[in-house]
């Protein structure tokens, strides 16, 4: 019978062929203490095998996994595997989980793997496997994960039944045709984006809609499905009739500077007062009523009192929560950051813009009438009960910290859930490094960089600070907003705990960390995994998902760690900062905390109060070489305008040394 000693055999062999020197197993010691192996109970047989980002390449023999019998979780994601799916994976019957996304995979999906009985989560997404979706699946009754994005299926999806699937998702698989059958209709239209299958959630065939061509809805009819996602059609406020939001409306139009509208919904009473359920709350005897603003509106003012603005704020939420809870009207709930300059009304009537549309929810610019501009989030997939959500973001805007942007209000019914940010003027980092629709790229120099780099080290330290258990969650360049001077404010901290799991693919996943298999669920250590891909962005100027959908399928570490040390200044900082030579060690020391970040394993990972030390140092010593540089530039022209020998030499003298190609 197989035992430990055949699992020691399959795991050699299967390290022998794909793991080459990465994988640090000690032949010699029971397999059950190797890195990324889990025994059963007593050390019998190997049950689980995780090694994502394990830097595992090639193909899969037979007869290495396929003999780990007593297997029930593989995780191999994020590594480049190749070649085809290990069929004889059909003959680890105990299998439950199966998670092989973000390899290089082709191939069909083989027939054995019809046979896990006990298979509730398979995870295929982003390989290269191609093939139909065979009706066999429907053997697989246990199943409740199926993702199979980003690959290169075709032809019809056939009618699943199957009664347990909750997460479902076959979007990018560009050949997949047909409609999309009747028991599959219930999942979100994200589901099925980017194929050229029809009906269902999508109205239409889903290559046929874009975020810019939204299908239009009745004036009258009911709010849009929670899940539903695109906005309705691009109405008028004229037509909206007094009531709360069901939808912000918003479409395309000539130039970028759209109509917000609004469809509406049922409240009992008619427009929303912004104070109302602040009231409401007093009048139930919790938390403070709207006097408890004591706490000063400006947000920087808060700041400097330190935690004065936080009660106030708490009370707010606690107050708004017991007002929904008490059944009162909804309206806007604002925290004590945000100026109470406006209502519901207000924003209903504003202008809107749509900034872009991400994992959590689509972002749109409103400019109110009375010229105040504002980001309004619309949140998708909010699975939260309503009390559960105002506390997460409540305790979440009651952050308050100069580098994070202020949440000023939230507004909650049943099919509408909207978070109104400051709106940042300079937009995103992504923007900047990277260009957009209006903009091209700007171009950023090294001390710009490194003040980004502290700004958003600093604010992300914050939220630590908080507690052990509190992170971002989905810290990227996309999430940090600039202010004019170019600091930068973290935005978003909290959504990743509110919002649904979501395997859309998007630019989060190039930041994600290896141990990450829950977006829901990022550790502190995780948000520096992150915050590590967001500083070599920083430096070589290069996204990470972009990096990560090559043609190599190579994400951003693994790229730098590709590159010699000794070739870092010439082949991997941003064209743009080779200009400044006499600050290259503060750049690869920037890049060595980049690395260090993002190390694959978290407890190797330096802590968020490190990474601000350490980046507080090198600002420093920049700011130092640059001064003594200028000094030395000066001495050099003003000794003599006919010693120009002299002034290189000065010059020279101040570089630091070695590093200089
Ligand atoms: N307060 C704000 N001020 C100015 N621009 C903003 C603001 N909030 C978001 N944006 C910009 O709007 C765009 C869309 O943002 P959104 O948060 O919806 O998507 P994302 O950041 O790409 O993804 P995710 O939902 O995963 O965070 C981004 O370019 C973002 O930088």
């Known amino acids: 019978a197989p035992d430990l000693e055949a699992d020691r055999a399959a795991l050699l062999a299967f390290r022998a062929a794909v793991g080459r020197e990465a994988l640090p197993w000690n032949a010699s010691a029971s397999p059950c203490t190797w890195m990324g192996v889990m025994c059963g109970a007593g050390g019998g047989r190997v049950t689980e095998l995780h090694l994502p980002g394990a830097r595992l390449m090639g193909q899969i023999p037979a007869g290495t996994l396929g003999n780990l019998t007593a297997l029930q979780s593989v995780s191999l994601r994020f590594n480049a595997l190749s070649g085809p799916l290990p069929p004889d994976l059909g003959g680890?019957?105990?299998?439950?989980?199966?998670?092989?996304?973000?390899?290089?995979?082709?191939?069909?999906?083989?027939?054995?793997?019809?046979?896990?009985?006990?298979?509730?989560?398979?995870?295929?997404?982003?390989?290269?496997?191609?093939?139909?979706?065979?009706?066999?699946?429907?053997?697989?009754?246990?199943?409740?994960?199926?993702?199979?994005?980003?690959n290169r299926l075709s032809g019809e999806i056939p009618d699943l039944d199957l009664s347990k699937l909750v997460n479902f998702n076959v979007s990018f698989n560009r050949a997949l045709n047909g409609s999309i059958p009747a028991r599959l209709r219930r999942m979100p239209r994200d589901a099925f984006m980017g194929t050229g299958l029809c009906g269902g959630p999508?109205?239409?065939?889903?290559?046929?809609?874009?975020?810019?061509?939204?299908?239009?809805?009745p004036a009258s009819s009911p709010s849009p499905e929670p899940s539903s996602?695109?906005?309705?059609?691009?109405?008028?406020?004229?037509?909206?009739?007094?009531?709360?939001?069901?939808?912000?409306?918003?479409?395309?139009?000539?130039?970028?500077?759209?109509?917000a509208a609004l469809l509406?919904?049922?409240?009992?009473?008619?427009?929303?007062?912004?104070?109302?359920?602040?009231?409401?709350?007093?009048?139930?005897?919790?938390?403070?009523?709207?006097?408890?603003?004591?706490?000063?509106?400006?947000?920087?003012?808060?700041?400097?009192?330190?935690?004065?603005?936080r009660p106030a704020a708490v009370a707010a939420a606690a107050a708004a929560a017991a007002a929904g809870a008490n059944g009162h009207a909804k309206s806007l709930v604002f925290f004590s950051g945000g100026a109470k300059v406006y209502d519901l009304e207000d924003l209903l009537r504003a202008s809107a813009e749509v900034l872009g549309k991400g994992t959590t929810g689509t972002t749109y610019k409103a400019m109110l009438e009375i010229g105040m501009l504002v980001a309004v989030k619309r949140l998708k997939d909010v699975n939260l009960p309503e009390k559960e959500f105002r506390e997460t973001i409540s305790a979440f805007a009651a952050m308050d910290h100069q580098n994070l942007v202020p949440l000023q209000a939230f507004y909650y019914s049943r099919d509408e859930k909207l978070l109104i940010y400051d709106y940042m003027p300079m937009g995103s980092l992504s923007s900047l490094l990277h260009g957009n629709r209006v903009s091209g790229r700007t171009p950023l120099d090294w001390e710009t960089r490194y003040g980004i780099a502290l700004s958003a080290a600093r604010g992300i330290e914050y939220i630590h600070s908080m507690g052990p258990g509190?992170?971002?969650?989905?810290?990227?360049?996309?999430?940090?907003?600039?202010?004019?001077?170019?600091?930068?404010?973290?935005?978003?901290?909290?959504?990743?705990?509110?919002?649904?799991?979501?395997?859309?693919?998007?630019?989060a996943a190039g930041y994600r960390a290896p141990e990450v298999t829950d977006i829901r669920k990022v550790s502190q250590k995780?948000?520096?995994?992150?915050?590590?891909?967001?500083?070599?962005?920083?430096?070589?100027?290069?996204?990470?998902?972009?990096?990560?959908?090559?043609?190599?399928?190579?994400?951003?570490?693994?790229?730098?760690?590709?590159?010699?040390?000794?070739?870092?200044?010439?082949?991997?900082?941003?064209?743009?900062?080779?200009?400044?030579?006499?600050?290259?060690?503060?750049?690869?020391?920037?890049?060595?905390?980049?690395?260090?970040?993002?190390?694959?394993?978290?407890?190797?990972?330096p802590s968020m109060a490190d990474v601000v030390v350490r980046i507080e140092e090198i600002c420093r010593s920049s700011r130092a070489s640059a001064r003594r540089n200028q000094q030395q530039e000066h001495h050099a022209i003003n000794d003599s305008d006919d010693q120009s020998s002299k002034h290189t030499d000065s010059i020279d003298e101040s570089r630091p040394s070695g590093l200089h190609s």
Request: some cysteine; glycine content about 12%.
């Open 92 to 150: 680890c019957k105990e299998l439950r989980g199966v998670y092989l996304h973000e390899n290089r995979f082709s191939g069909g999906i083989p027939a054995g793997f019809f046979s896990l009985g006990k298979l509730a989560h398979l995870n295929l997404a982003s390989n290269n496997i191609s093939g139909g979706i065979s009706s066999a699946f429907n053997s697989l009754t246990r199943l409740r994960t199926l993702y199979l994005e980003s």
């Open 202 to 217: 999508l109205g239409a065939c889903s290559g046929e809609i874009s975020p810019a061509s939204p299908p239009p809805a």
């Open 229 to 259: 996602g695109t906005n309705a059609g691009g109405g008028k406020s004229s037509k909206l009739s007094g009531g709360a939001i069901a939808g912000i409306a918003i479409g395309s139009a000539v130039g970028l500077l759209i109509v």
């Open 264 to 309: 509406v919904i049922f409240c009992r009473r008619g427009g929303g007062n912004k104070t109302r359920s602040v009231e409401a709350a007093a009048a139930a005897g919790v938390g403070k009523p709207p006097e408890s603003d004591m706490a000063p509106r400006d947000h920087k003012g808060a700041v400097e009192n330190g935690t004065g603005s």
């Open 470 to 507: 509190v992170s971002h969650g989905n810290i990227k360049s996309s999430n940090i907003l600039l202010s004019k001077s170019f600091e930068a404010h973290v935005s978003e901290h909290g959504l990743a705990n509110l919002v649904g799991p979501s395997s859309t693919p998007s630019r």
């Open 526 to 605: 995780g948000d520096v995994y992150s915050f590590g891909v967001l500083l070599l962005e920083l430096l070589t100027g290069k996204a990470p998902a972009q990096a990560f959908l090559n043609e190599d399928g190579i994400d951003l570490p693994r790229w730098v760690h590709s590159v010699a040390p000794e070739e870092w200044t010439s082949e991997v900082f941003d064209l743009e900062l080779l200009r400044y030579h006499n600050v290259e060690e503060e750049m690869v020391q920037l890049l060595q905390l980049a690395i260090d970040c993002a190390a694959q394993y978290p407890e190797k990972r």
